[in-house]
């Protein structure tokens, strides 16, 4: 089956030779094998995971929409509340890799299994159409006919329908370019024909406006149906289906990416690359290398992960990333490691290999728990806080997609082939690679990072030359080889890579050494915390200010569930770094006999009990923990942890009278709240997202307990001619005229609510914002369910 493969591959490779041809290229996933290591572990883990997921529950929604019987319900969370089907999606690509990395035939009986169902649904359906969206048919009629309304996360009122298509797109691809199933081609194109005729009659403007909802890579796929089938139509529809609103900055080199929802965005920049790799747009490219600039050198933190609350914020302020407990989206690394390998291959610069090391230990690998497989949403960089993984029967969250997907990729990037049939070496990872164009194996023997040392075993021999990589974080920035032994002197170093031409001979061995140097690496954007990176590897501490707390490290089954949600530890009952943070970093203590871990004692102020040991990140899990590290004087010390006592006691006193809350304009929080409206608008104003509407908008409340007594919305002081109403469970409330005077800053109100409402609201409330005639209700930047 991997022989029709690679045939498959081939044949894509002769019919669309794209523009650029002199670009690197990696070897299929079948000709790499990881051998050991944590990398490995997380593959085999995640293989449990896979064959722990039940396909017929995953194809429920499919069968459902064609009018077919199911063989049982659909899982719940996200599966049944408006994204059915997205995990189907991700599954075919998550078995595809899981089949090529280890030839595991149960995830090849799995694929069948999954397309011999998908192709029974597609016949019923009748016109190629293959999703899972609750009563899509109808909604997909209204959009033919040009009847397309779209917000930010909804369209037609159904939750980012695009995006959820594209994950069986891209499922179905992968089945075919991946797994070699010719099933899967024809599903796709099928699919593909669908996609033409629905889209025939709409203007580019009419398609531009369904872009305003997030749509996830469907350029990229499309680019990628071109390649498959050469056919024009779907490169046309990939430049289509690239939102010119997000692309056009970046083609003057502009940012404008502050307050936009991050992995909304991170797919598009993804097509725009994909576009550019088949038609030689060096302007497209560029678009998506400065993309990766501001996002990767502006925007991310020590451990590779972007955004708070799932959006990109200031490049100011970066506060909120150690004082929200829902700091990086694992989705938005999967995708950027997507966009660093595309622009690596392309280009060769060293700078997205640096990027990918480091994104693919400390995020990718740190986000699955190495027992039981669980999947982690959010990595809070909250100091004292921690993370909650998925249950492989509850939790279908976005990042569990992406999540059975990355854990089978680790070995895609270990090697890669020039142009000339150079042999780069990429990563430090334990695995054999077969080399068919020059008859030759090569294995890397390593126990990296445990240990600061690797080897190379030629299998075969030939003529062509080695180049392995120099990284940025070497101690000492000169990388040490010998081969067979001896001490390599005059070698050349060509774009961060040393570089060895010879004839290579059977069992030929090259070693070199990787000392890694240490560092502390500040925050962005003035925060005053830093991260102690130890080589490619982000070390942090376990610590624990509440001996007798029991946290729920795995998450249950609600909307909410992938937010670790547990108490908040006060920033003055943890350690601070004192002075000069590179001077704490040196006076790490190396403990014997535990590679990679370090005793803190010295320059820095403990309030904890327990002493602090450094471990890398992707070690540490169950518990709370400390990535960054907050730094002040000796003689600030004081101070500081007033302020910051002060601070978290506000805010531990609002979070203890709220009983839930939503932030208008942000994509979890409102779809989690079920919301719904009409001629509504949502943006960014002042680093705060809003809402308002020219008719209304909606969310659902709970309030189990019946508690409430208070609904506090957040305004801004300046809007001005804005009337509108305010109910709650179709009972008014409050009328609202917003008259532009409580100046230049964001106000709060309180409004009763009445108890007998309350009484009989049965623990939930449908609040409602209603326009008056001719006005705006907004915009709301901030609602708040309170106790009293």
């Not at 140097?517 to 925060?527: F, L, R, S, W, Y």
């Amino acid at each position: 089956m991997k022989q029709v493969s690679l045939l498959c591959l081939l044949i894509v490779a002769l019919a669309i030779t794209p523009a650029w041809a002199s670009r690197l290229t990696t070897l299929p996933l079948h000709k790499v094998q990881l051998t050991g290591g944590d990398f490995h572990h997380a593959q085999t883990t995640n293989l449990d995971y896979l064959l722990a997921l039940e396909p017929d529950k995953l194809l429920a929604p499919y069968l459902r929409e064609a009018g077919l019987p199911i063989k049982t319900a659909s899982y719940g969370n996200w599966e049944n509340t408006g994204l059915d089907g997205h995990i189907g999606g991700h599954y075919l690509t998550a078995l595809s890799l899981a089949y090529a990395a280890t030839s595991d035939a149960r995830m090849l009986e799995r694929l069948h299994y999954m397309l011999q169902q998908l192709e029974r649904a597609q016949r019923a359906n009748g016109n190629g159409y293959l999703g899972g969206i609750p009563d899509g048919a109808a909604m997909w009629q209204q959009v033919a006919k040009g009847d397309i309304q779209a917000d930010l996360f909804s369209m037609n009122k159904r939750w980012v329908p695009w995006y959820n298509l594209h994950k069986m797109f891209a499922g179905l691809r992968d089945a075919y370019q991946i797994a070699g199933l010719a099933k899967a081609k024809t599903l796709l194109i099928n699919y593909g024909q669908w996609l033409k005729d629905l889209t025939q009659n709409l203007s580019e403007a009419q398609i531009q406006t369904m872009l305003i909802t997030e749509y996830g890579g469907m350029n990229e796929v499309l680019v990628d149906m071109y390649a498959i089938s050469g056919d024009k139509a779907y490169l046309r529809l990939a430049k289509s289906f690239s939102q010119r609103s997000i692309l056009d900055p970046l083609l003057k080199q502009q940012d404008k990416l502050s307050g936009l929802h991050a992995n909304t965005q991170i797919p598009k920049i993804i097509g725009f690359q994909r576009v550019a790799e088949m038609t030689g747009n060096t302007e497209w490219q560029q678009a998506a290398e400065f993309f990766w600039d501001r996002v990767v050198n502006h925007r991310s933190t020590a451990i590779g992960g972007n955004s708070v609350k799932e959006h990109f914020h200031g490049l100011d302020d970066f506060h909120a990333m150690v004082t929200d407990a829902e700091g990086p989206e694992t989705c938005n690394t999967y995708n950027m490691l997507k966009l660093s390998k595309m622009l690596f291959l392309q280009t060769q610069e060293q700078r997205y290999l640096d990027y990918y090391e480091r994104a693919m230990y400390n995020h990718i690998l740190a986000s699955q728990h190495p027992e039981h497989g669980g999947l982690v949403y959010f990595t809070s960089m909250r100091p004292g806080h921690y993370r909650v993984y998925s249950d492989v029967h509850q939790a279908m969250w976005c990042c569990v997609g992406s999540g059975i997907e990355n854990h089978s990729k680790y070995a895609e990037l270990v090697f890669a082939l020039g142009s000339n049939n150079d042999v780069l070496v990429n990563l430090f990872v334990p695995a054999k690679a077969q080399f068919d164009t020059l008859g030759v194996s090569i294995e890397q023997i390593t126990a990296f990072p445990q240990q600061d040392s690797s080897s190379l075993k030629i299998n075969g021999s030939g003529q062509f030359t080695l180049k392995i990589r120099q990284p940025t974080w070497l101690k000492g920035n000169l990388l040490q080889v010998k081969v067979n032994g001896k001490s390599v002197q005059s070698i050349a170093l060509t774009k961060g890579y040393v570089t060895i031409e010879r004839h290579w001979h059977n069992g030929d061995v090259v070693d070199f050494a990787l000392p890694m140097q240490t560092k502390a690496e500040p925050m962005p954007g003035n925060v005053d915390h830093y991260a102690i990176v130890h080589g490619p590897l982000v070390l942090a501490a376990k610590v624990n200010p509440f001996p007798n707390e029991q946290l729920n490290f795995v998450a249950d089954d609600s909307r909410m569930g992938h937010i670790a949600n547990g108490q908040m530890c006060p920033p003055e009952a943890l350690p601070v770094i004192l002075d000069d943070a590179q001077g704490f970093v040196e006076q790490l203590k190396p403990v014997a006999g535990q590679p990679l871990t370090f005793l803190a004692e010295q320059q820095l102020s403990n309030p904890l009990n327990d002493p602090l040991y450094l471990i890398p990140f992707y070690q540490l899990h169950d518990a709370r923990y400390q990535v960054y590290w907050p730094n002040t004087s000796k003689q600030d010390l004081a101070l500081f942890r007033d302020r910051a006592a002060r601070e978290a006691a506000k805010q531990a006193q609002l979070d203890a009278i709220t009983i839930d809350k939503v932030a208008p304009g942000e994509q979890q929080p409102e779809s989690d709240h079920f919301y719904q409206g009409e001629h509504s608008e949502a943006g960014v104003h002042m680093g705060r997202h809003w809402r308002h509407a020219h008719k209304w908008f909606s969310y659902l409340l709970n309030d189990k307990q019946q508690q409430a007594k208070v609904l506090r919305i957040s305004y801004f002081g300046l809007d001005n001619h804005r009337n509108f109403s305010i109910w709650l469970n179709d009972i008014k409330i409050a009328s609202v005229a917003l008259k532009g005077d409580k100046g230049n800053k964001f106000v709060d109100v309180d409004y009763p609510i009445p108890s007998a409402l309350v009484a009989n609201s049965q623990g939930q409330y449908r609040l409602m914002f209603k326009a008056d005639a001719g006005s705006v209700a907004g915009g709301i930047y901030g609602v708040r369910l309170l106790r009293q």
